[in-house]
């Protein structure tokens, strides 16, 4: 599996770069997990949008969604034979409807209580603690090789056990250290906790804030991560599973 990072910051794009939007290709497969503001612009430096196999969405926040309708006019204007998949959970039955676009685009729902399979992929899925339903994701290959992805969430104990023994973990991580209390994201110290708690092997910060430099941001999750490997998302950096 192959991760290349399309968009990572939280809540809206700032100097040219994205919110959240991940390239995932396996398989000959082209997935993108998460359409946020920016990410189809982005897309487009490696591939035709239309060349897409599906995408899978965690919740429908904008900073995950706000360029899935421009998709759907890319998939509209390129008239496809068939239409593109799109992932959704239906705890939002008005978004979720709106993924489907006659002669474009599909709507498929997903549950937490069985597995998706998507070509030779297995999703399993894990409603987090947001103010809107959103969903965890745990991807695994036909080789075993697993990637968590957080999507939105404050930190509760489930994720340790989804998480376990991920060969990627890639953590929502909104907040330095500092910032505790009532909050719906992760900060540097439960991200980096989380990966050591969950023995993954590599963990990726993403979601990150606009307003706090990233050195700090990844040095303060090394800290809580201890020997396992720590990177920042940046756009257009590719990790190998």
Not at 30 to 42: A, T
Not at 67 to 86: C, H, M, R, S, T
Not at 87 to 108: C, M, P, R, W
Not at 139 to 165: E, N, P
Request: net charge negative; proline share 4%.
């Amino acid at each position: 599996m192959l991760v290349t990072v399309l968009g990572f910051y939280g809540g809206y794009p700032y100097k040219g770069i994205g919110t959240s939007g991940y390239l995932l290709q396996n398989d000959g497969k082209n997935l993108l997990i998460d359409c946020g503001s920016g990410v189809l612009n982005s897309l487009s430096n490696y591939m035709q949008p239309t060349d897409l196999d599906a995408v899978v969405l965690s919740h429908y926040h904008h900073d995950h969604t706000a360029d899935v309708g421009v998709l759907q006019y890319n998939w509209l204007a390129a008239k496809k034979e068939n239409p593109l998949p799109i992932y959704g959970h239906t705890q939002d039955f008005v978004n979720f409807a709106q993924l489907t676009e006659s002669n474009a685009t599909k709507g498929i729902a997903y549950n937490d209580y069985e597995p998706t399979e998507i070509g030779t992929l297995k999703f399993e899925f894990l409603r987090t603690v947001h103010p809107v339903p959103a969903y965890a994701m745990r991807i695994t290959d036909s080789k075993g090789k697993v990637i968590v992805y957080t999507a939105d969430t404050t930190y509760f104990d489930g994720l340790v056990d989804f998480s376990k023994d991920a060969d990627l973990l890639i953590a929502d991580t909104n907040f330095p250290e500092d910032v505790t209390g009532r909050k719906w994201h992760l900060n540097t110290k439960e991200a980096g906790t989380l990966a050591k708690d969950a023995n993954v092997k590599r963990l990726m910060i993403s979601h990150l804030p606009q307003t706090v430099d990233v050195e700090t941001m990844l040095s303060q999750s090394q800290k809580y991560a201890g020997e396992i490997p720590v990177v920042n998302a940046f756009q257009g950096l590719e990790i190998e599973v």
